[in-house]
């Protein structure tokens, strides 16, 4: 059984769409619009053999600490999903 789950996140603050596949090759697509960020994201894709399509649009002209905050959120909510399926 595939791994994989999409979670979409939208408050009034940004707007996420994640796709994850536990069992991937360390494909990756992400563009949150904070390239440091984006880059740490994209290391632990490539390391952990992960695919993950992660789409972020927010509100970086007042900070970045929204972004960063809810793709946490929605990458917590997506393991969740994932650990769920794995043990069912």
Same mark, same amino acid.
């Given at each position: 059984?595939?791994?994989?789950?999409?979670?979409?996140?939208?408050?009034?603050?940004?707007? #996420?769409?994640?796709?994850?596949?536990?069992?991937?090759?360390?494909?990756?697509? #992400?563009?949150?619009?904070?390239?440091?960020?984006?880059?740490?994201?994209?290391?632990?894709?490539?390391?952990?053999?992960?695919?993950?399509? #992660?789409?972020?649009?927010?509100?970086?002209?007042?900070?970045?600490?929204?972004? /960063?905050?809810? /793709?946490?959120?929605?990458?917590?909510?997506?393991?969740?999903?994932?650990?769920?399926?794995?043990?069912?």
């Amino acid at each position: 059984m595939k791994r994989r789950a999409v979670v979409n996140r939208d408050t009034n603050e940004t707007k #996420i769409k994640i796709e994850l596949d536990l069992d991937g090759s360390g494909l990756y697509s #992400i563009e949150t619009g904070i390239g440091f960020f984006d880059h740490m994201l994209e290391q632990v894709a490539k390391h952990g053999f992960l695919d993950i399509d #992660i789409k972020c649009s927010g509100d970086l002209h007042v900070d970045t600490h929204h972004t /960063v905050e809810d /793709v946490g959120i929605a990458w917590v909510w997506h393991l969740h999903k994932l650990l769920v399926i794995k043990r069912a």
